[in-house]
């Protein structure tokens, strides 16, 4: 995206004119903001077909479930809700079904949103799935700092969730508690949130963001990566938590044009914060203190991180800017302002606004 790669040394001797230079660069916004509003469009349709995804795959997993469990297939959605609800409720209400059907239902919408992605919209995606020397040494070495990020966040967050409960006010949170402390719902809980959650997350909010937005500014790219990635988790606590270690992860993704190391991470953070959840499940009694040693030793180590490694990290990223014809604050209007991302906005405003609502009925 270079606008400004030929040579204007004739502008000053005469040979190029004001006139001829506006033209070019009024040739260039407007080509610029074609490409942009073309790739905001594919970024906001691809959120949109996701979300969308997910209620068709959960809808059918619903059908599904019920025709299983009640050993004849059932047609209608309403009717295998009501099946399952009344006759299945013990079933329903455990972890292993719910943490089945997530595992199922975003494991699908992935597959058939890489499909869409890759065949009809030709994003390429395998090169930020292309490890490279030193990846996994990258992604241990920066698991502290986006630790401790989220773990200051949370403090604040949970400051203000106090604040908010003491006026009457309910923040909803999310909860991942085993509620059924079987093998099964440890293995699959444990493989949705520790592994296959976190490789479809790197691979939708940082890899298909930041490799439609990247050509038009690097920052721009991370910023939109970790804001995406935050508000999708549809409650304040986690939002703020996500957005906050996600400007380091989208930032590496950026830097290293892969999303193997920021893979390494994600695994990481959330098999740290599962510790306690999955060994109260297998009756481990010291969870929690291991838990509590492994979170400080980790801080520690975290704000080496902060206080040293991310400048040279944040120089490196400005370092590799494109050279846009437009301004960043033009640029980031058009993605905020596209149709499609608007639209996407606005569905995730109202899942907050329904949630929200519903913890405060």
């Given amino acids: 995206m270079n606008y ?27 080509s610029e903001k ?8 594919k970024l906001g349709a691809l959120l949109l077909i996701y979300n969308a995804l997910n209620y068709i795959y959960l809808d059918l997993f619903y059908i599904l479930s019920a025709s299983f469990l009640g050993k004849q297939f059932i047609w209608s959605l309403k009717g295998a809700k009501k099946y ?15 943490m089945t059907g997530n595992l199922l239902v975003i494991g699908l919408s992935a597959i058939t949103l890489v499909i869409i992605a890759v065949l009809i919209m030709k994003i390429d995606l395998k090169s930020m ?56 719902a440890v293995v699959i809980q444990f493989v949705y949130v520790c592994l296959i959650g976190p490789v ?15 050509p038009f500014g690097k920052g721009i790219a991370v910023f939109f990566s970790a804001f995406i990635f935050g508000i999708m988790h549809g409650n304040i606590p986690q939002a703020a938590s996500a957005f906050a270690g996600s400007l380091v992860y989208a930032a590496i993704a950026v830097r290293y044009d892969s999303i193997v190391p920021t893979i390494i991470m994600h695994v990481a953070n959330n098999l740290l914060a599962s510790t306690i959840d999955i060994g109260d499940a297998l ?33 490196e990223v400005n370092a590799a800017e494109p050279a846009c014809s437009l ?35």
């Fill in 283 to 315: 009756g481990l009694g010291s969870a929690e203190t291991v838990y509590t040693v492994l979170q400080i030793a980790i801080m520690f180590m975290g704000f080496y991180g902060i206080f040293v490694k991310i400048r040279p990290l944040k120089n």
């Fill in 129 to 184: 799935l292309k490890p490279y020397k030193g990846c996994v040494k990258q992604g241990i070495e920066w698991i502290p700092t986006c630790v401790l990020l989220n773990v200051l966040i949370g403090i604040v967050v949970a400051m203000f969730v106090m604040m908010m409960n003491s006026n009457g006010v309910t923040v909803p949170e999310a909860d991942f508690t085993i509620t059924s402390q079987t093998t099964y």
């Fill in 84 to 98: 399952l609800v009344e006759e299945q409720a013990d079933i329903i209400e455990g972890s292993s079904f719910s």
């Fill in 34 to 41: 074609k490409a942009l509003g073309k790739n905001a469009a």
């Fill in 200 to 214: 479809i997350e790197e691979l939708i909010y940082r890899g298909m963001i930041i490799k439609l937005l990247s």
């Fill in 327 to 361: 301004k960043k604050g033009k640029r980031v209007m058009l993605i905020f302002t596209n149709v499609f991302m608007i639209i996407y906005f606005l569905f995730i405003l109202r899942e907050f606004a329904i949630d929200f609502l519903a913890a405060n009925a």
């Fill in 4 to 30: 400004y790669g030929g040579n204007y040394g004739g502008y000053y001797g005469g040979g190029y004119s004001p006139h001829d230079y506006r033209a070019d660069l009024l040739t260039a916004q407007k």
